[in-house]
Every structure is written in structure tokens, then in C-alpha cells.
């Protein structure tokens, strides 16, 4: 399931998204202020970040 189907002409940044005018009450509704969830964001890439590159260097290790 790592098809990506294209919905759209270009995938918005996180930045766009906090701008949009739909984002506040659903923000607020989670009890988050922008800059909580832009640094939640961040955080959650980090460590998908760090897992894949933890995954990958696993697999280079393993005889096979």
C-alpha cells in the first residue's frame, strides 16, 4: 500500500496548512496552539526520521 495516488498539484507544507482558516477550530478543538502542534509535527518527523535510518542500517548489517 506505498501506492501515493496524486490528489492534488502539490502537497502543502506544513506552513500552508496552519494558515488555512479550517485549521484554528480544529486545532482548538484538540486543545493545541499553532506553534504546539507545528513543534509536535516536527517532533513526530524526527523520530520516523530516525526509525527508518535505524531500519536501514539493520538491514545493511543482516547476512543474507
Known amino acids: 500500500m506505498d501506492e501515493h495516488v496524486e490528489c492534488?498539484?502539490?502537497?502543502?507544507?506544513?506552513e500552508d496548512l496552519l494558515?488555512?482558516?479550517?485549521?484554528?477550530?480544529v486545532l482548538r478543538s484538540a486543545g493545541l496552539e499553532p506553534q504546539e502542534f507545528r513543534d509536535m509535527m516536527v517532533e513526530?518527523?524526527?523520530r520516523?526520521?530516525?526509525r527508518e535510518r535505524r531500519i536501514a542500517s539493520t538491514e545493511q548489517v543482516e547476512p543474507e
Open 44 to 46: 513526530t518527523a524526527r
Open 19 to 25: 494558515a488555512d482558516d479550517v485549521m484554528e477550530p
Open 48 to 50: 520516523i526520521e530516525d
Open 8 to 14: 492534488c498539484r502539490y502537497e502543502p507544507s506544513l
